[in-house]
């Protein structure tokens, strides 16, 4: 059992950055998949980034080159940098653990653990 909390989240201008957590507790983050998925009302959950076992690290097109996703193995945690923020980057957002297997790494559907959510809004 994988116990996430997000926070972070909040209210920035376009340009600017956050940096999101993802706290872990119940198995060390070292051992496990992780990912950040973000959903806006009315639609479905969507992959933003994902980190495997081994550190290397998967990206939305969407977000490629402005958010960098790692963990830090000393306090359980996983972080979301987001920079360059935009409008369309408003949701919430929610950090995730084990996927079932690789092929389901970019899939909500993939995952059984979560946390609660963190809401980013990007005002214009």
């Known amino acids: 059992q994988v116990q996430l909390v997000e926070s972070g989240g909040g209210l920035v201008q376009t340009g600017n950055s956050l940096r999101l957590s993802c706290a872990a507790s119940?198995?060390?983050?070292?051992?496990?998949?992780m990912a950040w998925f973000r959903q806006v009302p009315g639609k479905e959950r969507v992959f933003v980034a994902a980190?495997?076992?081994?550190?290397?690290?998967y990206y939305a097109d969407s977000v490629k080159g402005r958010f960098t996703i790692s963990r830090d193995n000393a306090k359980n945690m996983m972080y979301l940098q987001m920079n360059s923020l935009k409008p369309d980057d408003t949701a919430v957002y929610y950090c995730?653990?084990?996927?079932?297997?690789?092929?389901?790494?970019?899939?909500?559907?993939?995952?059984?653990?979560w946390g609660q959510g963190t809401q980013v809004t990007v005002s214009s």
């Open positions: 995730a653990a084990d996927p079932r297997s690789i092929a389901y790494r970019y899939l909500a559907s993939g995952y059984d653990y």
């Open positions: 119940g198995r060390p983050v070292r051992r496990s998949d």
């Open positions: 980190i495997d076992w081994s550190d290397s690290t």
